[in-house]
């Protein structure tokens, strides 16, 4: 698999391609957000990973410039810890985000889990609607009101294992062991963005949600019949 890693510090590039290399990743680089788009048109990677505070271009006008024509993976990994910067990188069509510094583990995993194939579904795999929104968990497609809906590969994730439990609780812990592994089971922010970014896509009114719940200090709810009061 082929992935495009952009970064303005020489060290990073380098100790990444060495450590992704050897785990058999194809890894080319780049060192401004520029390039890195030049980079992605000729070499078409299978995943981005970029840094926010690029010169050039920021890895937001990146993200946007890639958005124009890619469905690739985009994983910022960022010294930017702030709630902001992750929504306003999530907005604009990453899918997913690392902080600085992290644990090579972690970042593995990141990227198996954005470039895991789901299962071909069959014929009969379930078609799940709710309010304008319909979800085809076959072809996994997601429309609202006949127009297409894009999700990230992990807010498509964080959808189906609510819709794969109608009414049921499922809880904080399941949903990010699912979802992010085992050691990110106490990592709620990342459940908090997720739903956030889900909500703007497929609720109403986002701040008032029906159908995606919140059930406080436990866990989500797929609500069918959007009969949830506000959580």
Do not use: C, N
Not at 45 to 53: A, H, K, R
Not at 177 to 185: D, E, L
Not at 195 to 211: C, G, I, N, S, T
């Amino acid at each position: 698999m082929k992935i495009l890693i952009a970064d303005d510090d020489p060290q990073i590039l380098r100790a990444l391609k060495v450590t992704l290399g050897a785990h058999g990743y194809e890894i080319h680089t780049a060192s401004d957000g520029r390039e890195a788009l030049d980079v992605a048109m000729t070499q078409h990677p299978d995943l981005i990973m970029l840094d926010l505070g690029m010169p050039r271009l920021d890895g937001v006008e990146v993200i946007a410039g890639l958005r124009g024509w890619s469905t690739a993976p985009v994983l910022v990994v960022s010294g930017r810890t702030d709630a902001a910067d992750k929504v306003e990188a999530l907005d604009a069509g990453a899918d997913d985000y690392v902080t600085k510094p992290f644990a090579m583990e972690e970042l593995l995993a990141r990227i198996r889990a954005l470039t895991r194939r789901l299962a071909p579904g069959d014929d009969d795999a379930p078609v799940v609607e709710f309010g304008d929104v319909r979800v085809d968990l076959s072809a996994t497609t997601v429309t609202r009101g006949g127009e297409l809906v894009r999700l990230t590969p992990t807010e498509w994730r964080v959808l189906e294992l609510l819709l794969q439990s109608p009414g049921k609780l499922v809880t904080r812990e399941t949903l990010l062991t699912q979802v992010w592994g085992a050691f990110h089971a106490k990592d709620t922010g990342y459940l908090r963005l997720y739903f956030a970014q889900l909500r703007k896509k497929l609720e109403p009114v986002p701040a008032e949600p029906r159908y995606l719940v919140t059930e406080l200090g436990m866990g989500y709810r797929f609500v069918p019949d959007g009969g949830a009061e506000k959580s």
